[in-house]
C-alpha cells in the first residue's frame, strides 16, 4: 500500500519561500511519477508540477514556472517543492499524488494522494 506524507507547509509572509516535502512509502518501482496539487478554499484542485521518478523530467503549470521548483531524492523516496517569492494568492492546502506512468496534470490520472500541507501567506 502506497503512502504519502506532506510536510513543510505554513504560515509565511508575502515573499518567502518554503519548501515541500512527500515522503512516499510502499511504492517501490522507480518508474512512475509524483505530482503536486493545491486547492484554495471554494476553489479546484489545481495542478502544480510533475516529475517523473526514474529520469527527473519535469513539467509545470503555466502559472507556477519560475516560482516553483519540482525535485526528487530517490535515495530518501522523498519529492519536495521548492516555493519562491510566495504571494498571498498562493494560499492553499498543497498534496503530493503519484501514479504509474509518465507525466500529467489531470488529478484524476494519480492514484495515491498524501493527506495535504496547508500553506498560508500573509501580505
Known amino acids: 500500500q502506497v503512502q504519502l506524507v506532506e510536510s513543510g507547509g505554513g504560515l509565511v509572509q508575502a515573499g518567502a519561500s518554503l519548501r515541500l516535502s512527500c515522503a512516499v512509502s510502499?511504492?517501490?518501482?522507480?518508474?512512475?511519477?509524483m505530482g503536486w496539487f493545491r486547492q484554495a478554499p471554494g476553489k479546484e484542485r489545481e495542478f502544480v508540477a510533475a516529475?517523473?521518478?526514474?529520469?527527473?523530467?519535469?513539467y509545470y503549470a503555466d502559472s507556477m514556472k519560475g516560482r516553483f521548483t519540482i525535485s526528487r531524492d530517490g535515495a530518501k523516496n522523498t519529492g519536495y517543492l521548492q516555493m519562491n517569492s510566495l504571494k498571498p494568492e498562493d494560499t492553499a492546502i498543497y498534496y503530493c499524488?503519484?501514479?504509474?506512468?509518465?507525466?500529467?496534470?489531470?488529478?484524476?490520472?494519480?492514484?495515491?494522494w498524501g493527506q495535504g500541507t496547508q500553506v498560508t501567506v500573509s501580505s
Open positions: 510502499g511504492r517501490t518501482y522507480s518508474t512512475y511519477s
Open positions: 516529475i517523473t521518478w526514474r529520469t527527473g523530467s519535469t
Open positions: 499524488a503519484t501514479r504509474w506512468g509518465g507525466l500529467t496534470a489531470t488529478a484524476h490520472s494519480y492514484d495515491s
